[in-house]
């Protein structure tokens, strides 16, 4: 697909290649005509000469006649072929003319072209100068070399014109849209962490318009993100601290119920579904404020093949708890620059999420490799896998299919994958997922630049 600024100087250099040629055509049709007007006023000043010179007398004989005008017909050889008829009878032909006889119709008016055997094309003329039939012919042969040169030469011009015409429509058009790539430039810094800059506006055009227009949208998404915040910051105080204050509470009742079997069953559960809640909240929170563009990542490079060999250790743990088995795949050595914190979180939920799919005794096996100025980290489990209406919403908040039993869909909140695809989506990256074709299972992918 090519850049408006291709197309700006593709089409200019159209425009102008295309009146160049439009112009010189022009100019030879007009050049053509006047050397058929000049050949027809030459005709008409020789057809006056010949008829002064012959006069009216109808009983010239043939040696007078040739007498007369053989003389003008000899000096004008070069430029005319000359034939005199009276009646239907020839009585004066130019030598020039060889064994070739001039036409004395007229098929499409006084002047006229024809080619002719011997003489190739000719401009013809006919004239009646009292009793004598006066046709003229002048060869055309000069001037259809004088064309064709033309024509070679406009053919240069044109190939130069277009060249030419290329390289002032991409100065043109840079010039051109230069005011459009500062806004462009200006636009694309403007982010989450730098909502406060706007596009500079000069003059009363069309893009001075455009650049009002932005900073206008600019200030309406300013506000959405200053509201974003109050609310992630108002939502965690008001939704933390009840909470906490639940939880506080619950556990002074703890004394209170020792000897109560029952009620120390429903407290534990009270500060278990307290739990819950609160780890809910944590991640809508993490969720909306990714989405929203309000948190800020911290990148820094990042020595990929060590680290996830340090995870490894931590996910084998967390696998062998719930009865499975991890196992660190493919883990190529590279560098990444990312925010290491957040993809140690999103590659522990894509375990926990295949362990608690996974049989007991399954395998959870992860990958890591560089993949087309890219890396990619896939995650493959041995679970029953999902139908593929269901995997584009395995992503989606609060989605729990019950591929791993019952129990293991009523433990997930419905939010891990989400948060993956939150923190992957912070990275510039993305993440899809797949049943694997070799045997029962999912297979999830996350691919991050590597710039």
Known sequence: MSSFRVQLTRRLALLVTSLTVAVLLAGGLLLNHQIEHGLELLHDVEAQEIGQLLGDDTSLSAEDMERRISHDADSDAALFFIQVSRGDRIVFRSDNLGDTLLPTGDPAGRHWTTRLPFLGRVRLSTYQRGPWQIVLGSALRPSERLLTDYAKISLGLVLGVALLSVGLGYAFSRATLAPIRAIDATARRIRADNLGERIPVSGHDELAALARLLNETFDRLQASFE???????????????????????????????????????????????????????????????????????????????????????????????????????????????????????????????????????????????????????????????????????????????????????????????????????LHGGSIRAENRADRPGLRVTVTLPRA
Do not use: Y
Request: glycine residues 8%; contains cysteine; negative net charge.
């Open 227 to 425: 509201q974003v915040r109050r609310f992630s910051a108002d939502a965690s105080h008001e939704l933390k601290t009840p909470l906490a204050l639940v939880r506080l509470n619950a556990e002074r009742l703890r004394p209170q119920l020792a000897a109560d079997p029952a009620g120390t069953a429903a407290l534990d559960d009270l500060l278990e579904e307290v739990a819950r809640m609160h780890v809910v909240i944590e991640r809508l929170l993490f969720i909306a404020k990714s989405e929203s563009g309000a948190l800020a990542i911290t990148r820094r490079p990042l020595a990929l093949a060590p680290w996830l060999a340090s995870f490894a250790e931590d996910a084998q743990v967390l696998a062998e708890d719930r009865g499975a088995q991890f196992t660190l795949g493919d883990n190529a050595a590279g560098e990444l620059a990312v925010d290491a914190d957040l993809v140690r979180q999103m590659l522990l939920n894509l375990v926990t999420n295949a362990v608690a799919v996974s049989p007991a005794g399954g395998q959870v096996r992860l990958d890591s490799r560089p993949e087309d100025g890219a890396w990619a980290f896939t995650v493959t489990d041995e679970g029953p896998g999902l139908p593929p209406e269901q995997l584009a919403r395995i992503f989606e908040r609060f989605v729990r299919f019950p591929a791993g039993g019952a129990a293991a869909a009523e433990r997930g909140h419905g939010l891990g994958l989400a948060i993956c695809r939150a923190i992957a989506d």
